[in-house]
């Protein structure tokens, strides 16, 4: 089992940046973290992934979020940070964190948070 604890989301004016974190505890048949990151769900949209850093450092962006939002993470306690730069009406959104915890079988299980919802507007 995973358990994932959000903070960061608000409303923010366009052109401002919030600071998302996401901190992964596990137990049971989890033994680690490997993937971490966040998915967004817009109203009448389709959800999709924003951003996503491996254990090794590794990540991978949503073309429209390149160059405005950084993905890190302290692999010592499992915690991830989204920090969001000149933050966009279309990026609001509520923002999931989404976590691959290891099993001892051959696939990953996939874990989200509740959400924290970022309203971007003037």
């Known amino acids: 089992q995973v358990q994932l604890v959000e903070s960061g989301g608000g409303p923010v004016q366009p052109g401002g940046s919030l600071r998302l974190s996401c901190g992964a505890s596990y137990s049971g048949s989890i033994f680690g973290i490997n993937d971490m990151g966040w998915d967004r769900q817009a109203p009448g949209k389709q959800r999709e992934l924003v951003a996503v850093?491996?254990?090794?450092?590794?990540?991978n962006y949503a073309d429209s979020v390149k160059g405005r939002f950084t993905i890190s993470r302290e692999n010592a306690n499992n915690t991830a940070w989204l920090q969001m730069h000149n933050l966009k009406p279309e990026d609001t959104a509520v923002y999931y964190c989404?976590?691959?915890?290891?099993?001892?079988?051959?696939?990953?299980?996939?874990?989200w948070g509740r959400g924290t919802q970022v309203t971007v507007s003037s």
């Open positions: 989404h976590v691959r915890g290891e099993t001892w079988g051959p696939y990953d299980n996939d874990y």
């Open positions: 850093i491996t254990k090794g450092g590794s990540t």
